[in-house]
C-alpha cells in the first residue's frame, strides 16, 4: 500500500442486506472479489471525493443511503457506484434474489405511482442531508492526503 | 479436390443458406473457415427461473468469468450485456486487424457467424427495395420461400404482409406475452387511424422461431432463455443450418483456416486460395474452380482489397448499415403488475412508419424485456440505487423496448480500405453518416414516441439511445449488385466482375439498404445463387 491510508468502504454482505436481500449476501462475496478484480474495482480511488463517498458508505446504511443518493446524482460512473451496481448484477443472478427482484412491490398502477413518488422525495431529502458530510469528508481526505 | 467442387469461405448465413442449396442440387461444397464453436445451451425443458437455479455458478454462465456482460455505469448507454455463452460470436482473430472511424465494427471468426447472434427478424424486401437487383424480382420471391421452407418462419398473415410480402404461408406465430398482446389489441382497436393519420403498421414480428416440431429441431415452449440461445433450437441460427449441411453428401468443411486472398490469371480466372492456418505455419494454397465468398462483408472486403491490390484498387466505397435506435417505454396500465419470464424474448411486434418504403421508412421491432438482465437499466434511473431497485420491480412488467432502425444507402464517403500500418497491412473501415440524418433521426424518433403514446405507453425522451454506426451488425453494400457492369460489381449471377469464377454471397452484395433486417435477404440471395451455380 506503499503508506497511504486505506480508505474504509462497504463490504458486499453490507450492501446486500441494504438493498433488502441479507440471505443472498453470503454467495456473493466469491462472485463479488472475482469480478471487482476483473474489472479494477477494487482500486483504492485516486479521487478525495470518491474516498469520501465509500468512507461515508461505510458508517452503516443511514451512511450507504446518503453516500448512495449523492452518487447517483454527482458522481455516476465513480467508484462506489460501479461496486453497487455489481452488487446488484450479482443478486439477480442469484436464483432467491433473482426470484424476488422479478416480482412488483405495488399491487397495480396507482400502488407504483405512489411508491414511486415515495422513493423520488425519499431520494430528494437523502441528496439534501448527504451535502454537508459528503463536503466536509471531501475536505478532509484532499487535505489528509499523505505528502509523497 | 473433387472436379465440380465449388469453395465456400465463411459459415455465417449466407454461406450456409448457400452450401444447402448447392447440396440440395447436387453439387459438392468445400467450406472454409476459422469456425470457432459457440457453446450449445444445456436443460432444453427447463424455464428461466428454473434453469437459473440449476446453474453451479449462475455468475459465472449469466454475468461472464471477467464479467463480461456486466454493464457497469460507464458504458455507453447500451441496455444489453450480450450473453458470455455468445461472446465467442464476436472474439478477434489475431493477425486479422483493423481500424476505423465513425463505426464500431464487430466481425465473427466463429461458426454461424455474426448470425449466430440473429435475434430471428426475417424480413424480406419488397419488389420496389429489390430494383437495385439485376434479376426479377420473383426470383427472390422463390429464394424467399425456399429459406422460409428450410428454416422456418413464424408469423401472422396480418397488417405487414404489404411490407414484407414473404413467406406468404408462415408458421403461426409464437404465443403473446401480455404486454405484446395489450400493444397489439390497442393497435386494432384504432387500426384505420395508425394506418391513415400515422402512416403506421404494425402485426405480429416475422422470425425464424419454429412453433411446430420440425426434425431435430423442437417448436418454441416459451422459456424464456432466448438471450442465453435457445437450448430447442427453436430459433434459427446458421449452425444449426451447417449441422444440416454435415448430414448431407458431398459436403466437407475445414475450419482453423483463414482465407487471405485468391490468385488468379491474367484472364481473370481464379486458379488458387492463399490460406493460413489460425494456430499458425505456413501460407498454403489451395487450387480452385469456383469459389464463393461469403465471409461477411468486412472479411470479404479484406479478401478481395488484398487479391486485387496490385490492380490500384485500395478501398470498396458505399458500406452501408442500419442505424439504430433503442426507445424504451413503459405501458402505465401495467405498472405494479407481475409478468411471466417464460415467454419468448425478443420482438415479438413488429411497426413499420412510411410502409410505401423510401430513406424515411423506419422499422421498429418491439420487444416486452422480461428476463433480460436488469442493472444495466436499473442504474439509468435518476434515482439511488436502492431506490431505483424499489420503482423497477414495480415497472418491469410494464417496460418494453423499440429497436428502432433506419434505411442506408451507399456513398462514396463511407468505405472500407487496406492501410498499412507500421509494416502491416490492416483493415481501415471509415463511415459517415447521410447527411439526412440530422433530421431524420429526431423526426424519426418524435414519430415513434407518438406512436407509442397511442398505444397506451410513455417514451422518456432522455432514456433513447442512438447505438453507434456498426452496432446493428448489418454492413452491406461493398461489391453490389450493378445491372451496368462495372470492376468490382456483381453481374446477375453473383460474378465478381472482372473474374471468370469468382462470387459473392454476403452483404457486400445489396446495392441498398432498406429499414429492414438484411439477414433473410441475405440467405434468399445466397440460396438462388445457389440455383445459379447449382444449374
Not at chain 2, 154 to 174: I, K, Q, T
Not at chain 2, 197 to 213: F, I, N, P, Q, Y
Not at chain 2, 264 to 274: E, F, K, T, W, Y
Request: charged share 25%; aromatic share 8%.
Amino acid at each position: 500500500m506503499s503508506g497511504e491510508r486505506r480508505t474504509p468502504a462497504p463490504s458486499v454482505e453490507v450492501v446486500a442486506a441494504w438493498l433488502g436481500f441479507p440471505e443472498s449476501a453470503s454467495r456473493l462475496r466469491e462472485p463479488y472479489e472475482r469480478l471487482s478484480r476483473a474489472r479494477g474495482l477494487g482500486d483504492r480511488p485516486a479521487r478525495p471525493l470518491d474516498r469520501a463517498l465509500d468512507r461515508l458508505a461505510s458508517w452503516g446504511r443511514p451512511g450507504l443511503a446518503l453516500a448512495d443518493a449523492f452518487a447517483a446524482r454527482f458522481r455516476q460512473r465513480g467508484p462506489l457506484r460501479r461496486r453497487l451496481v455489481l452488487v446488484l448484477a450479482l443478486l439477480e443472478v442469484d436464483p432467491h434474489a433473482g426470484d424476488v427482484l422479478d416480482a412488483p412491490l405495488s399491487r397495480g398502477p396507482l400502488g407504483a405511482v405512489l411508491r414511486g413518488v415515495g422513493a423520488a422525495a425519499a431520494h430528494g431529502i437523502l441528496l439534501l442531508l448527504s451535502v454537508a458530510p459528503v463536503a466536509w469528508l471531501t475536505a478532509w481526505e484532499a487535505l489528509g492526503r499523505p505528502k509523497r | 479436390m473433387t472436379a465440380g467442387t465449388v469453395v465456400v469461405v465463411g459459415s455465417g448465413a449466407s454461406g450456409v443458406a448457400l452450401s444447402l442449396s448447392l447440396l440440395e442440387r447436387g453439387r459438392k461444397v468445400l467450406m472454409l473457415d476459422v469456425g470457432r464453436e459457440v457453446p450449445r445451451a444445456e436443460h432444453p425443458d427447463a424455464g428461466f427461473p428454473a434453469w437459473r437455479r440449476t446453474l453451479a455458478d449462475p455468475a459465472e454462465i449469466l454475468l461472464g468469468r471477467s464479467g463480461e456482460a456486466l454493464v457497469l455505469p460507464d458504458n455507453d448507454g447500451e441496455y444489453y450485456g450480450f450473453p458470455p455463452g455468445k461472446q465467442v460470436i464476436f472474439e478477434g482473430l489475431e493477425g486479422f486487424d483493423w481500424v476505423a472511424e465513425g463505426f464500431a465494427p464487430l466481425l465473427s471468426f466463429a461458426r454461424g457467424g455474426l448470425a449466430e447472434a440473429w435475434t430471428g427478424g426475417s424480413y424480406a424486401f419488397t419488389a420496389e427495395e429489390l430494383e437495385g437487383f439485376p434479376f426479377p424480382s420473383g426470383e427472390m420471391g422463390e429464394a424467399y420461400e425456399a429459406v422460409a421452407a428450410e428454416i422456418g418462419i413464424s408469423g401472422a398473415l396480418d397488417d405487414l404482409m404489404d411490407v414484407f410480402p414473404h413467406p406468404v404461408d408462415p408458421l403461426p406465430p409464437v404465443e403473446a406475452d401480455a404486454h405484446t398482446a395489450r400493444l397489439l389489441a390497442r393497435y386494432e382497436a384504432a387500426r384505420e387511424t395508425f394506418r391513415r393519420k400515422e402512416s403506421c403498421v404494425l402485426g405480429r414480428a416475422r422470425l425464424a422461431l419454429l412453433t411446430r416440431d420440425r426434425g431435430e429441431r423442437s417448436a418454441c415452449t416459451r422459456l424464456g432463455r432466448c438471450l442465453w440461445g435457445c437450448p430447442r433450437g427453436a430459433l434459427y441460427t446458421p449452425s444449426l443450418g451447417w449441422t444440416r449441411c454435415v448430414e448431407r453428401d458431398g459436403f466437407t468443411y475445414r475450419a482453423g483456416v483463414r482465407v487471405l486472398r485468391v490468385e488468379a490469371s491474367d484472364g481473370g480466372r481464379v486458379r488458387r486460395l492463399h490460406l493460413r492456418p489460425v494456430s499458425g505455419g505456413a501460407e498454403e494454397h489451395l487450387d480452385v474452380e469456383t469459389v464463393v465468398l461469403a465471409a461477411g462483408t468486412l472479411a470479404t472486403a479484406d479478401i478481395v482489397l488484398r487479391s486485387v491490390g496490385d490492380g490500384g484498387v485500395d478501398r470498396l466505397a458505399g458500406l452501408m448499415d442500419n442505424r439504430q435506435v433503442l426507445v424504451p417505454f413503459v405501458s402505465p396500465r401495467l405498472l405494479g403488475k407481475g409478468f411471466d419470464p417464460e415467454s419468448y424474448q425478443y420482438h415479438q411486434l413488429a411497426m413499420v412508419i412510411e410502409p410505401g418504403g423510401g430513406e424515411r421508412q423506419i422499422h421498429g421491432l418491439i420487444t416486452t424485456l422480461k428476463t433480460a438482465m436488469i442493472h444495466p437499466v436499473v442504474q439509468s434511473l435518476p434515482l439511488g440505487l436502492k431506490g431505483a431497485v424499489r420503482i423497477f420491480r414495480d415497472i418491469h412488467g410494464a417496460l418494453g423496448l423499440v429497436n428502432v432502425n433506419f434505411a442506408d444507402t451507399r456513398r462514396d464517403e463511407s468505405f472500407v480500405a487496406l492501410e498499412d500500418v507500421g509494416g502491416t497491412t490492416i483493415l481501415r473501415v471509415h463511415y459517415e453518416p447521410p447527411p439526412i440524418e440530422r433530421t431524420r433521426l429526431p423526426a424519426g424518433l418524435r414519430r415513434v414516441r407518438r406512436i407509442l403514446r397511442k398505444l397506451g405507453a410513455f417514451a422518456p425522451r432522455s432514456m433513447a439511445h442512438v447505438r453507434p454506426m456498426g452496432a446493428s451488425v448489418h454492413y452491406a453494400g461493398t461489391l453490389p449488385y450493378s445491372a451496368t457492369g462495372g470492376d468490382l460489381t456483381l453481374d446477375a449471377a453473383g460474378r465478381l466482375r472482372p473474374f471468370q469464377n469468382l462470387y459473392v454471397a454476403d452483404g457486400s452484395a445489396l446495392p441498398s439498404l432498406p429499414s429492414k433486417n438484411l439477414t433473410y435477404t441475405l440467405m434468399a440471395n445466397a440460396w438462388r445463387l445457389g440455383w445459379v451455380l447449382g444449374d
